[in-house]
């Protein structure tokens, strides 16, 4: 436990909340179940909590933060751009500790409109944002390459998009839950086309298999033609 907690401190923002976008980012590149990493988080949010830091930029009449300005913490967190009556909001960057760095549009203290999040790890998200989360259109890279191009709803893959995979296959079509669901169709490395419908991440019954030799439409178990 003390490994993770301290490999989470420094994630408080203003007002000793946790960030759960990089909460989220955490658990899922360990295993992690995401409620142990929040309580892991707040934890360590409360026992890390300080008011130490420098600004230095605007402020307006009420002597807080607004307008143009930068402020480091003393866990090394530091935002720089605008802000509105103490608060984050319009055009900023913001640099974590361990290297993670967002870019872009921010609305009371979160990230919302269209911005840029590149982990420490190597993953980057490029797209829209509403309340802290990836929400709207957006393209995701992974870590092992992976990328992911499409909607996003509350930071999952929800909708309509195409991931294309570092082996060279890609699918494109119907998302949820961040499972394939719906309709859509993997395209693989040597050409062959595998559509219909998918349900969990998996297909589900009938659909069309199609080589450069021959086209087959009927059952399909495990990604091959059954019958």
């Known amino acids: 436990i003390d ?13 000793g909340a946790c960030d759960p976008e990089r909460l ?30 420098e600004y230095i930029g605007e402020r307006n009449t009420f ?17 720089e751009g605008n802000w509105i009556d103490g608060r984050k909001s319009g055009k900023g960057v913001q640099t974590w500790s361990n290297g993670d760095i967002y870019n872009g549009d921010w609305l009371e203290n979160k990230r ?12 980057k998200y490029d797209g829209e ?9 957006g393209v995701y890279t992974f870590v092992n390459g992976d990328v992911y191009t499409g909607s996003f709803r509350a930071n ?14 890609r699918y494109r079509g119907s998302w949820d839950k961040d499972l394939r669901a719906g309709k859509g169709l993997i395209i693989y490395k040597n050409g062959s086309v595998l559509e219909g419908q998918w349900k969990e991440g998996k297909f589900a019954g009938r ?11 009927g059952v399909i178990r495990n990604g091959k033609p059954h019958g």
């Not at 301290?6 to 007002?15: D, H, P, R, T």
């Not at 944002?129 to 259109?137: H, Y």
């Open 156 to 169: 999952i893959k929800k909708g309509q998009g195409e991931i294309v995979y570092k082996n060279g296959s």
């Open 63 to 79: 002597n807080r933060f607004h307008g143009q300005g930068t402020y480091v913490s003393g866990r090394g967190l530091k935002y």
């Open 112 to 123: 919302n409109g269209l911005g840029v999040q590149t982990w420490a790890d190597g993953g």
């Open 207 to 217: 659909g069309t298999f199609a080589t450069k030799k021959y086209k087959y439409t």
């Open 24 to 53: 989220e980012h955490y658990a899922k590149d360990r295993g992690l179940k995401l409620l142990f990493v929040m309580q892991l988080g707040l934890y360590a949010s409360l026992s890390s909590f300080s008011w130490s830091g």
């Open 3 to 15: 490994k993770h907690v301290s490999a989470i401190m420094g994630v408080n923002l203003w007002g």
């Open 129 to 137: 944002w509403v309340g802290g989360k990836r929400n709207g259109k």
